[in-house]
């Protein structure tokens, strides 16, 4: 792989040079300062060309954040995707049918990833199932930090954020009341204070030290924009994995917090069930930083909390139903999707 050392500048020299098409994304995505549909499409791409030509994950992100939130100011979340995905796993750098230049390879290939149309399928099935949503939800009044100390108790190891560039790990007693104000949590503890990340750099979120087997595992679905929707389907899930917390992003998507299984892989089979259902698989990683049940977002909208039960965390999977619903919803595809 590329020495992470080159500046931005550096790397648009190189894209200049080249005729890859995320070389030529970047290059669009440094121009297209008005143009709202290059710069959005261009966004994943573009942070693919920063890391293989070599720029550090921080400066990448800054750069990406600096271009993009003119035009999508409420949407930093996807600049945070682009690099998670881009900078979160390895590259696999494969050598072109010519062998003069090297191209750039995603993780998986596209037959091993469980399709749109599959999913928005799976999404019509059980929304057509008589799943009973909880009447007459109101929100209910907690703080975040009512929310997390049930859950995880004062010495846990919390890493909130105001921003996806402003956050910090420490024990819930030691952030007192900034857990009230942040927009952002990762809902894990995390194992440690600080970790490394691939790049070396030290930070108080990253893989190195996020939890190695999660607590709860996190469903966000926005593929589809009823509210109602999305709930039948969370309310579906809550029938295997226990609910602990349901809440609104503060814009067009409920996200829901399950108790997650026990052994590594049944969180793996649990995370593809949750994809195969039209779950974003970016909130299932340990280290995601995902919205703080009623807190507010920046656009000044409550994350507004309508279920809450702590001590679901200490009730079992329904193992039965769990397998169940993977033969039904993944297995029988003959698909699976890698979170």
Same mark, same amino acid.
């Given at each position: ?7 931005? +500048?550096?790397?648009?020299?190189? #894209? @200049?040079?080249?005729?890859?098409? %995320?070389?030529?994304? &970047? ?127 004062? +010495?846990?190891?919390?890493?909130? #954020? @105001?921003?996806?560039?402003?956050? %910090?790990?420490?024990? &819930? ?167």
């Amino acid at each position: 792989m590329t020495p992470i050392t080159r500046t931005i +500048k550096q790397a648009l020299a190189q #894209a @200049k040079a080249s005729n890859h098409p %995320s070389d030529q994304a &970047l290059i669009d995505f440094d121009k297209a300062g008005g143009t709202s549909g290059k710069t959005h499409s261009n966004l994943f791409k573009s942070a693919r060309s920063l890391h293989y030509h070599g720029v550090a994950e921080s400066d990448a992100s800054s750069w990406l954040w600096s271009k993009y939130q003119d035009l999508y100011p409420n949407k930093s979340h996807q600049v945070e995707l682009a690099i998670s995905k881009s900078y979160g796993s390895p590259l696999n750098i494969v050598t072109s049918r010519d062998g003069e230049r090297l191209t750039i390879k995603t993780r998986t290939s596209d037959k091993d990833k469980i399709t749109h149309e599959t999913i928005l399928k799976n999404i019509d099935k059980v929304i057509g199932y008589n799943i009973q949503i909880p009447k007459d939800i109101t929100s209910i009044d907690y703080l975040p930090d009512d929310i997390l100390r049930p859950l995880y108790g004062q +010495k846990a190891l919390i890493c909130i #954020a @105001k921003s996806v560039y402003d956050f %910090s790990t420490k024990t &819930l007693e030691e952030h007192q009341n900034s857990v009230n104000n942040a927009q952002f949590v990762v809902a894990n503890p995390m194992c440690k204070r600080l970790g490394k990340t691939q790049d070396g750099t030290v930070s108080a979120r990253c893989k190195d030290n996020a939890c190695t087997k999660p607590k709860v595992l996190v469903f966000e679905c926005d593929i589809i924009p009823s509210f109602r929707k999305q709930a039948k389907i969370i309310f579906f899930l809550a029938q295997i994995f226990p609910l602990v917390v349901a809440h609104s992003s503060g814009n067009k998507s409920l996200h829901a917090w399950f108790k997650a299984p026990t052994t590594t892989k049944e969180i793996a089979r649990a995370k593809e069930l949750f994809v195969a259902l039209g779950a974003d698989p970016a909130a299932l990683r340990e280290s995601q930083l995902v919205r703080m049940p009623n807190a507010y977002r920046d656009n000044g909208e409550r994350q507004r909390m309508i279920f809450y039960a702590s001590h679901h965390i200490n009730e079992k999977v329904d193992y039965d139903l769990f397998s169940e619903s993977y033969d039904e919803f993944v297995s029988q595809k003959g698909e699976s999707n890698n979170v």
